[in-house]
């Protein structure tokens, strides 16, 4: 092998160095946190070149149209002269800062980081990765989805502004219709919190061990014409011997065949939870004690940045709920039971009608105060914001019922028994104090929906 001079070997390594310098774009996926505005704010997008190079800093915006995004494709062109330049996606993918993406080079002159939301990029992605696919194809574009669940944007990588304009575009359409369609579940609720009052969340326990417990009681008469049919079906599973019966016509003797027939012997426990099975009632369809709640308004809220704005929609109108209110403490009153979908036969949702105290007009005033609100902030969709509010309190629900296996048909359980026992039921009077945001399916220490935001009702009688 040659051995180069000194000078030669140093002017080699400057030109090397120069043929292969590329600029290398580090994009961060900011807001990932449940965080203030401001926050988000201080914590810019870096566009990290490599030593030597120029610094960008691109502000990161706190919407999820694709029409703020541009800010961010202008930045990129600013430091992608060079002709090979490469994507780094570390935050996203789980990976190192120094994690460069393969194959890349060519769809990497722009990109732009969107915020879709983490309960909406399986809709980008669409089954088996088709509808990604798909874009990707069409658009000849590159679209990089986060690695963790928790991640709320995804990355449009491209060769030109354009065919990353038309993607987000197509992609803005996908989350339109699915936040729109039933695939995509509410996220978030206004409540107005019941189980804070503890003789109430006993009655709950109380009526469930009632209903799953030993005593038949309330659900004997359930069947009605069908009592008959649950007596022999009662009745067969005591005979546990067949017996037949032969005579031949020449012979005094007959002939008999015994044979045994296996039944399943059910101790009293199995026998009740069979027969709460043919009624369609399991523990999972009873809403539980601790999350007991008067709902106010259902919410969609598909990434960090609409909670954060629907938190500061609550608090922003807490004086208007005040005076709403009168500035006056606010009381209901729980009592009976009555279907709210189907029949009792088949009923869907079984819950305790509300009445004010005062009949004042004063509770529903204030929820529309709540529900404007948010309809004005643009966080509620159209169907629901031309609901018309009929509080109530829910004690079963057949919809969470914990199923084994999916099924088109609406689920429902038979409440006659239960609403021939518990209809007149009283449950009591009780004083609303405050107004949540609460996150479904997430709970917190007190076993109760997780709190995003709350405000306070009046609990002090003013005296003049």
């Given amino acids: 092998m040659k051995k180069m001079g000194g000078g030669e ?18 994009w961060r996926p900011v807001c990932t946190q449940a965080i203030s505005k401001e926050e988000c704010l201080e914590k810019d997008v870096i566009v990290e070149p490599e030593d030597g190079d120029e610094v960008l800093e ?21 430091v992608t002269e060079a002709t090979d330049s490469t994507i780094s996606c570390s935050a996203l993918q789980g990976g190192s800062e120094d994690t460069v993406l393969e194959g890349e080079s060519e769809l990497s002159k722009h990109s732009v980081s969107i915020k879709v939301g983490a309960s909406l990029i399986r809709f980008v992605q669409g089954k088996g ?10 658009m000849g574009v590159r679209i990089i989805i986060p690695s963790s669940k928790k991640d709320d944007s995804i990355i ?7 065919s990353i304009t038309r993607a987000s575009e197509n992609i803005q359409k996908i989350i339109d219709e699915a936040v ?16 804070i009052h503890p003789e109430l969340v006993d009655k709950l326990l109380n009526f469930q061990n009632s ?71 399991d523990k999972s369809i009873f809403i539980k004690p601790k999350t007991f709640h008067l709902t106010v308004l259902m919410l969609k809220l598909w990434n960090k940045d609409r909670v954060n704005e629907a938190a500061e929609v609550l608090q922003r109108i807490s004086s208007k709920v005040m005076n709403a209110l009168d500035n006056r403490p606010i009381a209901i009153r729980l009592k009976g039971l009555d279907c709210l979908r189907g029949s009792l036969a088949k009923a869907r949702v079984l819950y305790a009608p509300v009445e ?33 509010l009929k509080l109530h309190a829910t004690v079963m629900n057949a919809r969470h019922r914990k199923r084994k296996k999916w099924s088109r048909e609406p689920d429902s359980f038979d409440a006659r028994g239960i609403f021939k026992h518990y209809g007149s039921e009283e449950w ?37």
Avoid: W
């Avoid at 070997?9 to 580090?26: E, G, L, M, Y």
């Avoid at 729109?180 to 919190?193: G, N, T």
């Avoid at 479904?440 to 306070?456: E, K, L, M, Q, T």
């Fill in 180 to 195: 729109k369609s039933p695939s995509l579940d509410y996220s978030h609720f206004i409540s107005l919190p019941l189980a």
């Fill in 211 to 281: 209903i799953l417990g030993n005593d038949d009681g309330c659900l004997d008469d359930n069947q009605g014409s069908n009592s008959n049919e649950d007596g022999d079906r009662k009745l067969n599973k005591q005979v546990d011997v067949a017996v037949e019966l032969k005579a031949d016509d020449d012979k005094e003797h007959v002939n008999a065949n015994i044979t045994k027939i296996p039944l399943v012997s059910y101790p009293p426990t199995a026998s009740k939870s069979s027969h709460l099975s043919d009624l369609g009632i």
């Fill in 9 to 26: 070997d140093k002017q080699s390594a400057v030109d090397q160095k120069n043929k292969h310098k590329q600029i290398t774009s580090v």
């Fill in 58 to 78: 691109v502000p990161c915006s706190t919407s999820s149209n694709v029409s703020n995004v541009q800010h961010v494709i202008k930045a990129a062109d600013a």
């Fill in 156 to 162: 449009i990588a491209g060769d030109s502004m354009d």
């Fill in 428 to 464: 009591g009077e009780y004083l609303i104090r405050e107004a949540h945001l609460s996150q479904r399916f997430v709970f917190d220490g007190n076993g109760y929906y997780h709190c995003c935001a709350s405000i306070p009702f009046p609990e002090n009688i003013q005296v003049d």
């Fill in 129 to 138: 990765g088709s509808t990604q696919k798909k874009i990707e194809d069409e």
């Fill in 356 to 388: 004010e105290i005062g009949s004042e007009g004063r509770l529903l005033r204030a929820c529309q105060v709540i529900i404007d609100a948010y309809t004005e902030a643009g966080l509620v969709l159209e169907k629901d914001a031309n609901y018309k």
